[in-house]
């Protein structure tokens, strides 16, 4: 019989990743996905709880939800609403007491066992939080669709343990997956269609996968590998942890060709009195040594990263500090947050600085970067480079990508030339996009 999933997805691409396998093996189990939440059969929400705003969006989600189920029963039908994801794991049985109409929760590393577990909920509800000994990647089915640009899981957890990062204690210890798996697993992807791979982990660069003979492989020869993939003809990875960024990853920008002129590299902070309370165990110089060396090898690549304002104790000085660091990075493009106590993490503990004062920083830095990203779109005005279409764009006629430095691009293009690498001669940019026209169609879509 076929039921009807409704699934909504909150965070990083990581969950993104997430909700795809689960929707495999629930379409498995005979799902197909449907946009309203009324007449779904099973109700699964993907969640994120890397900072209060995030978490408190699925308890008033939750809150919406919850007359679903006494409605549908009215019409003999039965609704289970399941949470996944990174409050599931956070809150486990405590997200049954103050949603207790949820039937399931389950976090990151069960979602091999979904199918079970919804079997099971005919005996009550379930909390399935644990850390299992067998990988969930073992057991989860190949994906049996894809895009032109797809998301390949490599790497998850962590054990850097920033004092503000909910991260270690949701997604766990740090691991990789075996190299034969994921070259497996892009392989298929390839074969549905994928012409771009996104290689995710929460500390993507830290990745040292088994090799069949006993030994480990590192990002940089993993991406050296799926380059020789048929079908593949870009490759980015993200995200990565200044530490773990070696002089082998940055030749690997030198010597792939197809590997995008694109990092993204969190720098939180560009005070060292706040980079050590944040216990990311490197300074601000050690972060312009990285980009440099990054540089050296690409001298065109994109750099993005990810600023976390009003960490408890940032004074002015700390902040200004901040403000240095991003102007003489420079960068493409960047997320900058307030900080957010986290409950569980060490910098929970300590004194918080005053709101206004983190709400003007904040609005300083997003003003900098702003204008940073504008100034790298703008520079690409008139220049032509190969755009990836991945999905019709907002308007009519027009198609949306991704050029080779992460920008998207806006174009007037045919639906024929969706899932295709085209030459666009870039004509106008935002600090957000930019638009252009297709310079030549290739031979193969023509
Ligand atoms: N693994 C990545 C980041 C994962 S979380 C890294 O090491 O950088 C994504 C981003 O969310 C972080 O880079 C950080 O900027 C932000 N973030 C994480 N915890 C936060 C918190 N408690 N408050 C505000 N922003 C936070
Ligand atoms: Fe969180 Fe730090 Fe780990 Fe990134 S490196 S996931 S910020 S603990
Ligand atoms: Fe959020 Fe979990 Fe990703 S907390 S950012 S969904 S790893």
Redesign the pocket.
Known sequence: MTKTLYLKTYGCQMNAYDSARMADVLASRGYTATAAAEDADLVLLNTCHIREKAAEKVYSELGRMRALAPARRRRGRDTRIAVAGCVAQAEGEEMRRRAPFVDLVVGPQSYDRLGELLDGLDAGPTVATEFPAVPKFDRLPAPFRSGPSAYLTVQEG?????T?????YT?GAEASRPVAQVVDEAARLAQLGARELTLLG??VNAYHGALPDGGRESLAGLLSRLSQLPGIERLRYT?S?PLDMDAELAAAHRELPKLMPFLHL?A?SGSDRVLAAMN?RHTADDYRRVVGTVREARPDIAISGDFIVGFPGETDADFRDTLRLVEDIGYASAYSFRYSPRPGTPAAELPTVATEVAVARLAELQALLEGQAGTFNRAMIGRTAAVLLERRGRRNGQLTGRSPWMQAVHVDAPDSLLGELVPVAFAAATANSLSGRVARVPADAA
């Open positions: 962590c054990d850097k343990f920033c503000f990062c909910v991260v270690p997604r929460q500390n995200t942890h969190p939180q990311r």
